[in-house]
């Protein structure tokens, strides 16, 4: 079975950098054909995909995010990150990791950690 957890802090000051880590256990995430992807839930909003690492390394980020987005990976503890620049309140939401497939769809998940921006 696959599992996901979030890391990181749960409060970060505006124009300071958000960072997050996903731990994965129960799959390598270097060895198949997914996707590793962070997502979030703004208050009042719905999901809003952020981007992903592929199995292979290669980054994929929101059009209206990838400047301020970077996603890593650190295969030898099987996690990767997420760090989100120059944040706002805007960036307030609750982050989640998951497993995506090329078709689109995400069969597991981490139960999210909420981040607040705030000074």
């Known amino acids: 079975q696959v599992q996901l957890q979030e890391s990181g802090p749960g409060l970060v000051k505006p124009s300071q950098t958000l960072s997050l880590t996903c731990t994965v256990s129960?799959?390598?995430?270097?060895?198949?054909?997914?996707?590793w992807a962070w997502i979030r839930q703004p208050p009042g909003r719905g999901m809003e995909w952020v981007g992903a690492i592929t199995y292979a390394g290669s980054t994929v980020y929101s059009p209206s995010l990838k400047s301020r987005t970077s996603i890593s990976r650190d295969t030898s503890k099987n996690q990767f990150s997420l760090q989100l620049r120059d944040v706002t309140p805007e960036d307030t939401a609750v982050y989640h990791c998951?497993?995506?497939?090329?078709?689109?769809?995400?069969?597991?998940w981490g139960q999210g950690t909420q981040v607040t921006v705030s000074s």
């Open positions: 129960g799959g390598s995430i270097t060895t198949n054909s997914y996707y």
């Open positions: 998951a497993r995506g497939t090329v078709t689109g769809e995400y069969t597991y």
